[in-house]
């Protein structure tokens, strides 16, 4: 079974990342994360600007603006070995 992340409060709404977890990937390998941002009552919010942020050896961070379902995605490839933390 795929594990369901546990939506995150925000002053606007809440927000969920999926997959949960990722990897491990190889180096030279790349992951797809996508966010889902609902309001309090589940409804997609459109046009909100998601922050992605890579910490470790493959640190980065960009900005994404979310569609009329409420989602946003990103995409990196660890080009470094090590571990790398997505938030």
């Not at 790349?30 to 910490?55: R, Y």
Request: charged letters at 10%; zero cysteines; aromatic letters at 6%.
């Amino acid at each position: 079974p795929t594990p369901t992340p546990t939506p995150t409060p925000t002053p606007r709404g809440y927000l969920s990342l999926a997959p949960a977890a990722t990897g491990p990937n190889l180096t030279g390998g790349s992951a797809t994360l996508v966010a889902k941002f609902t309001d309090s009552f589940g409804a997609p919010l459109a046009a909100a600007e998601l922050l992605f942020t890579v910490a470790g050896p493959n640190a980065r961070a960009e900005s994404v603006v979310t569609d009329a379902a409420g989602e946003a995605s990103f995409s990196y490839t660890g080009t470094n070995a090590g571990n790398d933390r997505i938030s």
